[in-house]
């Protein structure tokens, strides 16, 4: 298994811009999780999905944050404008039903200058 | 949901073993222990989960108190790529089994000293 591959794995920015982070789970996973880490709050859940449908986005910081599950092998957190304060590593992760073990990906470091 | 508690770090040396404490005195009966790792730039990395029983794998083992408001992670031998944030978390539990969300702490800093 290739394992959850996110992208980009670094992107810097302007404050204003459009920022799109993807992942793509590991194969027949059917959660999806998004979190964001930084050094004052550490590791948070923003949203996961079951079956490709949102099942709790409370962790979504703000309506400048949005994301997706198309299909099965696909998902996309966008922010919209992109702020200083956005700046963090960006993990996404995969789960199978009935295992208590997320895969991790290797994160996206964001900065918006 | 139910927190846990946890030095926010410890040291060891190399080859020896080590014992990493954690607290959660208002865990439910349904709530599984989970245990992650996470290296220096990197994503988290499973490495044990248990209920009631002890468990081991090829990474570690995780004792759980009787009365489960306690648990120890345990790395035999640690090497210097065992130092890493180590996070204890519970996650409620269902009759499914299901995967659901991992809330994190701040973890324990393992430094292993050579």
Redesign the interface.
């Known amino acids: 298994d290739a394992g959850v591959i996110q992208s980009p794995r670094h992107e810097v920015t302007e404050m204003g811009q459009e920022v799109t982070l993807r992942c793509k789970p590991i194969s027949g996973h059917d959660y999806l999780f998004w979190y964001r880490q930084t050094m004052m709050r550490g590791l948070e859940l923003l949203i996961y999905f079951n079956n490709n449908v949102p099942i709790d986005d409370s962790g979504m910081p703000e309506d400048r944050f949005s994301a997706k599950m198309p299909n099965a092998s696909f998902s996309t957190l966008k922010i919209q404008p992109s702020e200083p304060r956005d700046s963090a590593v960006y993990f996404c992760a995969s789960s199978r039903q009935g295992t208590g073990e997320l895969f991790f990906g290797e994160g996206s470091r964001l900065t918006v200058l | 949901d139910a927190k846990t508690t946890q030095p926010n770090s410890m040291e060891s040396n190399e080859e020896e073993p080590v014992h990493l404490p954690c607290n959660h005195s208002t865990i439910s009966g349904t709530d599984?222990i989970?245990w992650?790792r996470q290296l220096p730039s990197?994503?988290?990395?499973?490495v044990i989960?248990g209920l009631t029983s002890n468990v081991n794998n090829r990474m570690a083992s995780l004792a759980i108190a009787e009365d489960r408001k306690s648990s120890t992670l345990i790395l035999h031998r640690a090497t210097l790529r065992d130092a890493a944030v180590y996070?204890c978390i519970l996650?409620v539990g269902i009759s499914?089994?299901?995967?659901r969300?991992?809330?994190?702490?701040?973890?324990t800093q393992l430094t292993v000293l050579p």
Not at chain 2, 42 to 46: A, L
């Open positions: 599984y989970h992650y990197q994503g988290p990395e499973y989960h996070y996650r499914s089994g299901s995967a969300q991992l809330t994190f702490g701040s973890g």
